[in-house]
């Protein structure tokens, strides 16, 4: 009997605990679909704005090439931000923008906007403004004289366009801020960069190469933020490589392959939600297209196709409101109005030496490898040319190198289940670059004590790179320069003896440092930043690393973290740098890079000892961060917006030609014409100046589909990468101007009757502007 006994309480316990853990197995299931399996503990909100500036007449930042205007849209360019809070302490808030590279004065005027509408919510110790480095974004929002040279200076527009919307993209986030988790994932993608510099990163030491399997950092680190309520509501990554898949020769606004990618994600995403909704949608392609297939499609035969199409002939230009081109966004049709928008943001980390021309460079002449230690063909480097893979198509060589980073994210997304959790922290200071004391380990175990730099710019600079080459007779690893662009330079400004010395082995081509005419040349005073969200740490740094310089610099922080004895952090400690944030200071190499003098070391404005700087600083920042210290905020950046000098012409009038209004059409498609998935199709508007209004949260481009006999819905905007705005004017100086809208029928189009619509903006002489709009003939897809 005892023996029974005990067989049947083992028998009902081991039941209880079944039905225990068959519950727990439920409840965990419940969480793990909304992409958790704890409780939140954090509040998380995201948000996003459209930061596309001027689509005409401005330069583009990236390239230094004075001829590569912007004269149009490829796709739009937003700033996308999450903010991250403990209920009841700190938050920090990270801001992604389409654009080459965070500024100075943007930072600046951001956070006093911020400080007007929340006090000291927001400050330069929580907020990060980090750059994709795309090379298609208009120029002219930063505040130092030689990143604004080619753009004719300060252009107030480009610079209102971005501060405007990171600000909108963090009030978002703000208000969106609700309880949710947030897990980390990371993996490697293989085939979206390639050394750019392979001579330099060779001159490191081989030991410390030898740890490594590849010359780039091939990791890609995802954050998924998961709402309570609502699921995954959008992702923040960080991965390498360069903003320079469209060429130096590109005049459409871009977002380049990481804005590609992220327009990918987003849309993939609202695919596979639709999917999970009530509408009739059809199978999603394996890239999604800009506007899921949320319109029922109803199958017509062709002639009557035809037919429909035949009733609906052009119209003339007329006006309209600003609101028109709003309201017929296609992405606002799309969002489901009771849920959080998803925000995907692909970052930028330390991508100095990285390119995603993965093919190599190669001589337009020869068709042969270029110079292996110079990037010449022939002695000259204007003829070597790193090819995408796409090549000969850059437009093409985007959409890969996005889709690769696209689709290893997507992957990530789903397999993340590693929670982040612990504080969140913050740690922030203002170091003067030019004067820093750094203390460098020597052989046999002692140390000494060097410094940096006034920043100056060397000859290999003027060399360009093999993603977008220079001119003249310059070449990458020049450490001599040459008398004649000696003479050149001293007409600006002769560098001294101290100067060159410290600079040494860079050949100083601009002085930069110490040109002060009319105002700054180049930045001194430099921000650093880390932001802490439990195991993920992230560090701001304001410039571009090499491969082996982010190794370095992210070495010596995960060290100083987890050494001290402390439990604050462990080995499972994730950290990423967010490069191009908060200001821009070009590159930063190692020492043993440096000597070399490629490009990226020519660019290393703060000497030899530049990384080594950092490390030091960063290890102080750790330190704080490990032990709770605040540290002294250090001296103020200047604020030169009231200096700053603009040669842009503004636009004075538009015209059309006589008999013609704004908004009528130059060449339609052709009459009865019937189209195939793949086929170009182009129209052609009388329109105006681009900058008469930017369209922001609009469109200058729609095309729309047919529903039922006279309901046309819009299929696709100027947001979406098969669809190019191009605008042209006859000369220069010319009021006449015309807009093309090329569109490339996506292998997902529905079959269908569509048409494509164009709105603009007309300023008159005395100086009103008024919006107008056109549309094409019909035509038939099938």
């Known amino acids: 009997m005892g023996l029974l006994s005990v067989c049947l309480k083992g028998e009902v316990g081991r039941s209880i605990r079944m039905i225990w853990l068959a519950l727990l197995l439920l409840l965990l299931s419940h969480e793990n679909g909304k992409g958790g399996v704890e409780a939140s503990n954090y509040l998380i909100g995201l948000g996003s704005y459209d930061i596309t500036g001027p689509a005409a007449d401005v330069n583009m930042m990236g390239y230094a090439n004075m001829e590569q205007i912007a004269s149009g849209v490829h796709f739009r360019l937003r700033a996308r931000t999450f903010i991250v809070a403990e209920p009841q302490g700190k938050r920090v808030a990270f801001v992604n923008l389409d654009a080459c590279m965070a500024s100075q004065i943007v930072t600046i005027k951001v956070l006093e906007r911020l400080k007007a509408r929340y006090g000291n919510l927001y400050t330069e110790q929580n907020v990060a403004i980090s750059g994709i480095h795309t090379h298609a974004g208009p120029g002219g929002y930063l505040q130092y004289i030689v990143y604004i040279v080619t753009s004719l200076g300060f252009v107030r527009q480009s610079f209102d366009a971005v501060v405007n919307g990171i600000e909108q993209s963090i009030i978002q986030a703000h208000e969106n801020l609700r309880p949710g988790s947030i897990f980390v994932n990371k993996g490697e993608l293989l085939d979206a960069g390639v050394n750019r510099s392979p001579s330099a990163y ?6 410390e190469r030898g740890k490594y399997k590849y010359d780039v950092d091939k990791k890609m680190t995802l954050l998924k933020f998961v709402d309570d309520e609502w699921g995954p509501v959008g992702s923040f990554n960080w991965f390498a490589t360069h903003g320079t898949s469209m060429s130096r020769t590109n005049s459409l606004i871009s977002g380049d392959n990481k804005g590609a990618a992220a327009r ?3 849309d993939w995403f609202d695919q596979k939600n639709m999917q999970t909704s009530n509408f009739n ?3 999603a392609s394996e890239l999604p297209r800009r506007v899921s297939n949320i319109i029922p499609t109803v199958r017509r035969k062709h002639h009557e196709l035809l037919e429909l199409a035949a009733s609906f002939q052009s119209s003339p230009g007329k006006p309209v409101t600003r609101l028109m081109s709003v309201a017929r966004r296609v992405r606002s049709a799309l969002r489901l109005a009771d849920r959080p928008k998803f925000v995907s943001a692909f970052c930028q980390t330390n991508c100095g030496d990285v390119s995603p021309n993965v093919l190599g460079a190669f001589c337009t002449d020869t068709g042969l490898p270029c110079d292996f230690n110079h990037s010449t063909c022939g002695g000259k480097n204007e003829l070597c040319y790193g090819r995408g893979p796409g090549y000969p198509d850059e437009f093409e060589s985007t959409r890969i190198i996005g889709e690769r980073q696209f689709k290893k994210a997507v992957e990530l997304f789903d397999k993340a289940t590693e929670q982040v959790k612990g504080k969140v922290d913050y740690r922030h200071t203002y170091l003067d670059f030019s004067k820093l004391e750094v203390t460098v380990p020597k052989e046999g175990g002692s140390t000494e004590t060097v410094k940096t730099c006034p920043a100056a710019m060397g000859f290999a600079f003027a ?3 093999t993603d977008g080459p220079g001119a003249f007779d310059f070449k990458q690893g020049d450490d001599q320069g040459n008398a004649f662009w000696r003479l050149v330079r ?37 921000p650093i930043q880390i932001l802490r969200i439990g195991q993920l740490v992230i560090l701001s740094v304001p410039g571009e690393f090499t491969t082996m310089a982010g190794r370095r610099l992210r070495d010596a922080v995960k060290t100083a973290l987890t050494s001290g004895g402390t439990k604050e952090f462990d080995s499972n400690i994730h950290i990423v740098i967010a490069g191009l944030t908060n200001t821009y200071s070009q590159y930063i190499t190692t020492f043993e890079e440096y000597q070399i003098q490629r490009y990226e070391g020519a660019s290393t404005l703060y000497g030899p000892h530049t990384l080594g700087a950092y490390i030091q600083q960063f290890k102080t920042l750790a330190s704080a961060v490990v032990t709770g210290k605040t540290l002294q905020a250090g001296p103020q950046p200047p604020d030169m917006l009231e200096k700053q000098i603009s040669l842009l012409p503004p ?9 013609s209004k704004f908004g009528d059409l130059i060449n339609d498609v052709p009459q009865s014409c019937t189209f195939k998935r793949g086929d170009h199709v182009s129209v052609s508007f009388h329109s105006a100046c681009p900058r008469n209004d930017l369209m922001t949260e609009g469109t200058f481009a729609l095309v729309e589909i047919l529903q039922g006999k006279d309901n046309w819905v819009p299929a696709y905007d100027d947001d979406d990468f098969s669809l190019r705005f191009i605008w042209s004017r006859p000369a220069k100086l010319s009021t006449r101007s015309k807009a093309t809208i090329e569109w490339r029928i996506p292998e997902t189009a529905a079959s269908g009757v569509y048409r494509i619509r164009h709105f603009g903006a007309a300023k008159a002489l005395l100086g009103s502007v008024k919006h107008f709009e056109g549309s094409s003939s019909a035509f038939v897809i099938t």
């Not at 601009?510 to 040349?521: A, S």
């Not at 636009?651 to 008999?659: E, H, K, N, R, W």
């Open 202 to 207: 060779l001159n490191n030491p081989a030991g």
């Open 264 to 266: 990918f994600m987003e």
């Open 281 to 283: 949608i059809s199978k």
């Open 463 to 465: 060399a360009g790179t």
């Open 490 to 526: 001293n007409l600006l400004k002769t560098p001294g003896e101290e100067q060159k010395k410290c600079q040494h082995p860079k050949p100083i081509l601009l002085d930069t440092g110490e040109m002060k005419v009319p105002y700054d040349w180049a930045p001194s005073i430099l």
């Open 651 to 659: 636009v004075i009038m538009d015209a059309t030609p006589l008999g």
